[in-house]
């Protein structure tokens, strides 16, 4: 079974252009999560979803984040205009059904802004 | 804020050591999760603790969860180089639906 898929694996931009993730979920999990995760820290909750609808946004910086989950399946994350902080991994994540289900990680995407 | 603090933060030792990492916090959780993160992966899921004083092996690895709910240990016997890694605790404090990462252990193991 295919696990979790982000693309791109590596992202080199400038500051202040815009950039986008794009995440697919293992088949049949309803959760998806996206984090972030600053070299050698844990990883922080941006945005989690129940299908299609975010149900916990409140650490996503909206002001130049946003993230859409439509259909329920697959996922993008945006940063417009991307600032030299935004450097870091971002996780993309699954589960069956609810935060209480083992979460699956994807490998991440690796954003450097220069 | 709730925090997870994890000790140490680098760990460097020989194959067959033995070694304990800890997970702490002033809050109560519901359940307590350990990972392991190797470089250009995401975490991967070792074990979730739920219940206070519960212990839980998966084979040179040891889990605890402490008797309130609060803390961790994940102990390590003999040590090996495919052990080396990021391991991070994440738990869900009572009455919440988010889990919360810990800041992370960094682990080598030298052959």
């Known amino acids: 079974e295919a696990g979790v898929v982000q693309s791109p694996r590596y992202k080199i931009i400038e500051k202040k252009q815009p950039v986008a993730f794009w995440c697919n979920p293992i088949s049949g999990h309803n959760t998806l999560y996206w984090y972030l995760q600053n070299l050698g820290q844990g990883p922080e909750l941006l945005i989690r979803y129940e299908n299609e609808e975010a149900v916990d946004d409140s650490q996503l910086p909206k002001d130049r984040f946003s993230a859409e989950r439509l259909k329920g399946v697959d996922s993008t994350l945006k940063i417009q205009p991307a600032e030299l902080g935004d450097s870091a991994v971002y996780l993309c994540?699954?589960?069956?059904?609810?935060?209480?289900?083992?979460?699956?990680f994807g490998p991440g995407t690796r954003l450097l802004v220069l | 804020t709730q925090l997870l603090e994890q000790s140490p933060q680098f760990l460097s030792i020989q194959e067959g050591e033995n070694l304990t990492v800890y997970c702490n916090s002033s809050s109560v959780f519901s359940s307590l999760q350990w990972y392991r993160q190797e470089p250009g992966e995401g975490p991967v899921l070792l074990v979730t603790?739920?219940?206070?004083?519960e212990v839980k092996k998966l084979k040179r690895l040891t889990f605890q969860f402490g008797d309130a709910r609060k803390d961790s240990s994940l102990h390590i016997t003999a040590a090996q180089p495919g052990d080396t890694g990021l391991y991070l605790c994440?738990?869900?404090?009572?009455?919440?639906?988010?889990?919360?990462f810990g800041t992370g252990t960094r682990l080598k193991v030298l052959a």
């Open positions: 994440a738990a869900l404090p009572s009455g919440t639906y988010k889990y919360i």
């Open positions: 994540a699954s589960s069956l059904a609810g935060p209480q289900e083992t979460q699956y």
């Open positions: 603790v739920v219940t206070g004083g």
